[in-house]
């Protein structure tokens, strides 16, 4: 069995502001094809907790034209250029001070104490990770919330119970974060239980 390989440069097809479409040549023995591929620079989630509860966010998507329960977070980067200039980089580090900033910004909180979680792919052909933060320390911002233009966003402190409940009535949308909450609650919640 033969590996895909890399056969050549990649070929940008679009590019946007947040999103890069490009075919990359690729070879498995003698047989070769092309991939597409979406990139996006990455995303971060926040698992804010206390007291056996956790913040969670209810957000309007217009993705959804709904309401959809959430983990407060958002781009790492605001720019794909600015994202490609950090690729040859570590980039936890900068998704540590964008979780800081989403966490102030969507939570109206200071965290700290942050703790990288886990990462999330997307796939093979849509570049898309999404980085988890636990962020189990932290104070009130003088400001609270600190939205953008078009966000409507309301917190709510939820028992890990209740945030349960939403994933099973599917009342969190995002898949992804179905998955890493499921690994949170096998792993972490007697530590967060007072």
């Known amino acids: 069995m033969n590996k895909l390989q890399k056969d050549g440069p990649e070929k940008v097809v679009y590019k946007g502001k947040i999103f890069k479409v490009v075919k990359q040549p690729m070879k498995a023995g003698k047989e070769k094809i092309i991939f597409e591929i979406v990139r996006r620079s990455p995303g971060t989630r926040?698992?804010?907790?206390?007291?056996?509860?956790?913040?969670?966010?209810?957000?309007?998507?217009?993705?959804?034209?709904?309401?959809?329960?959430?983990?407060?977070?958002?781009?790492?980067?605001?720019?794909?250029d600015e994202y490609e200039e950090a690729l040859d980089q570590n980039i936890l580090p900068f998704a540590i001070e964008a979780a800081k900033r989403e966490c102030k910004e969507e939570a109206g909180l200071i965290a700290k104490n942050i703790k990288h979680f886990s990462t999330t792919?997307?796939?093979?052909?849509?570049?898309?990770?999404?980085?988890?933060?636990?962020?189990?320390?932290?104070?009130?911002?003088?400001?609270?919330?600190?939205?953008?233009?078009?966000?409507?966003?309301?917190?709510?402190?939820?028992?890990?119970?209740?945030?349960?409940?939403?994933?099973?009535?599917?009342?969190?949308?995002e898949d992804r974060t179905l998955g890493v909450l499921f690994k949170f609650f096998l792993q972490y919640p007697a530590k967060y239980i007072k």
């Open 121 to 173: 792919k997307s796939g093979a052909t849509v570049m898309w990770d999404l980085i988890y933060f636990i962020v189990d320390e932290f104070e009130e911002s003088e400001n609270g919330q600190e939205l953008g233009t078009g966000e409507v966003i309301d917190i709510e402190w939820l028992s890990f119970k209740e945030i349960k409940k939403l994933c099973k009535k599917g009342l969190i949308k």
């Open 46 to 80: 926040l698992i804010i907790v206390k007291d056996n509860q956790m913040l969670i966010a209810k957000e309007f998507r217009t993705e959804l034209n709904d309401y959809d329960y959430r983990l407060p977070g958002g781009k790492v980067f605001n720019t794909l």
